[in-house]
C-alpha cells in the first residue's frame, strides 16, 4: 500500500507511529485504497458516534477508554477482526488529537498483523474533504469466553 508522504504529518504523529510500529495514511490514500477494496476500515469510536455517521466501509469496533477494557480488546482483536486472514488494517476515531486509533493500531501490531495504519485525522478529516458518510447500526464483532 502506498501511505502519505511523511512531510503530510506532524512530528508528533510520526513519532507516535514510529514508536507503535504502524504507518500514517492520508484521505486521499484511504479513498482509494477503500474503492480498490484493499484495506481493512475500523473505526473504534464509541457506538453512538459509528452509528451517527461513518466512513463508508468501516466496521464498529469501539475502543474502550481503559487500560483494562484496552487490554481485554487488545487480547481479541486479531480473533474478532479477520483472525489471521487480514492485511492492511486501517485504524481511524474521531480527530487528530484522539488516541484510540493510535492505541487500536499498537494493539493490532502487537497481536501479529503485518500491515497496520492509523488514519490519524480521522472522521473530521475525513468530513471536511467533503467526503461521504454512512450511517448504521454497530455490528461490533461478538466474542465468546
Not at 513519532?15 to 481493512?40: C, D, P
Request: proline share 6%; net charge negative.
Amino acid at each position: 500500500m502506498n501511505d502519505s508522504s511523511a512531510d503530510s504529518f506532524s512530528p508528533r504523529l510520526l513519532r507516535q507511529a514510529q514508536e507503535g510500529g504502524y504507518r500514517l495514511i492520508n484521505a486521499v490514500s484511504l479513498k482509494e485504497q477503500l474503492e480498490r477494496g484493499s484495506i481493512f476500515l475500523v473505526d473504534v469510536r464509541d457506538r453512538a458516534d459509528y452509528e451517527a455517521g461513518h466512513i463508508p466501509g468501516a466496521i464498529c469496533y469501539p475502543l474502550p477508554l481503559t487500560i483494562q477494557a484496552r487490554l481485554f480488546k487488545r487480547w481479541w482483536l486479531k480473533k474478532l477482526l479477520c483472525n489471521e486472514g487480514c492485511t492492511n488494517v486501517v485504524f481511524y476515531c474521531q480527530d487528530v488529537n484522539s488516541l484510540r486509533s493510535d492505541s487500536a493500531a499498537r494493539a493490532a501490531v502487537i497481536s501479529g498483523f503485518p500491515d497496520v495504519y492509523n488514519y490519524p485525522g480521522g472522521l473530521e478529516d475525513w468530513v471536511s474533504r467533503g467526503l461521504a458518510l454512512e450511517t448504521g447500526p454497530c455490528c461490533e464483532p461478538e466474542h465468546h469466553l
